[in-house]
């Protein structure tokens, strides 16, 4: 796919302002929707107080991933080449890149949580940390890459520069995402739910 100088839009402030108004608006009325759920899992986090370490990490390192993946996708456009057929190479190679890193990040994660654990006197297992971890991990890093690709292919068949809308769009759902089945899975693993 060839992109046309000048046909995702400009750098004029006025565009990109009026482009990321509206988004903004929205995405900060769903991401209180992730702060509702929290505030509902107030028992169980006060219970297991590892968990609430994990936390911000899991939420963060979801938003990450689908920031990366955006960013390699819009730059894939801006130059020209972007292609959005699930056979493309390149794509499976990010997407597989993505994953990869999922299961390494959230892995650590799991580790850090259970040394935290092991030193505040938690009751959790190792085990039940990279359930936890794992299980939730790769379903935000799943949600991110869909997210990341339609966003990006959107934004772009709108007309509307990806790197405007992408990771902000990104980065909000996985947030909401990623608290949500982290509390819902964690909630099961701890027995809870």
Known sequence: MVV???S??????????GNMFPLLI???I???WAGITLDDAEEMLEEFAILAVMVPTMVDMGGNLGAILSSRLSTRVHLGTANFDPRDKILQANIIAIL???GTV???LAIGAWIIGQVIGSTLTLVELLIIALVSGYAVAVIAVIFSISATYVSFKLGIDPDDTTIPIVTNIVDVFGMVIFIFVAGYVVGFI
Not at 8 to 17: A, C, D, H, Q
């Open 30 to 32: 769903i991401v209180l």
């Open 26 to 28: 929205v995405l900060s």
């Open 8 to 17: 995702l839009g400009s750098w004029k402030t006025r565009r990109i302002v």
């Open 100 to 102: 990869g890193l999922a």
């Open 106 to 108: 959230f892995t650590a």
């Open 4 to 6: 046309p100088q000048g």
